[in-house]
């Protein structure tokens, strides 16, 4: 029991100068923020990421209808004015976000969708989550 509790304690050290890989992400950084609330989000990845791409979208925060009903209007949405596409992309040679679209109110948040993780709701893996914010618009 000593032996081991030894071998652990004098590998600690070793192990002490190991860096965590950083896992490949897209980030959110507000410049320019105005003072009504609206700023211009500036969507970069972290120094990691080399090939990936990301999809990303905006979602609204404001998630009701005039009734009360469940709604969570996104941009783009599919339909004719974004192009009938569903998300933009995101990866090191750039993005496709047009620049208008890159000015968001604090009511929307920028998400990027994760192949991997499991989304209990549907029972299938790929949700959509919020984009870290390198600062708080």
């Given at each position: ?22 896992p ?5 950084t ?8 609206a ?44 192009g009938?596409v569903?998300s ?18 604090t ?17 299938t893996?790929g949700?959509?989550?919020p984009i ?6």
């Amino acid at each position: 029991m000593l032996i081991g509790a030894a071998l652990t304690l004098g590998a600690a050290p070793a192990l002490a100068g190991l860096t965590v890989p950083t896992p490949c992400a897209v980030i959110m950084t507000p410049d320019r923020v105005t003072p009504a609330g609206a700023y211009h989000a500036r969507l970069h990845l972290t120094p990691t990421c080399q090939t990936q791409t990301f999809r990303v979208r905006k979602s609204s925060t404001l998630n009701t209808r005039r009734a009360g009903a469940p709604y969570q209007p996104v941009r783009p949405d599919g339909t004719a004015r974004f192009g009938f596409v569903w998300s933009w992309t995101v990866s090191r040679a750039g993005s496709t976000v047009p620049e208008a679209e890159l000015w968001s109110l604090t009511s929307w948040r920028w998400e990027a969708y994760q192949p991997r993780a499991w989304n209990a709701r549907t029972r299938t893996y790929g949700v959509w989550a919020p984009i870290p914010s390198a600062v708080t618009p």
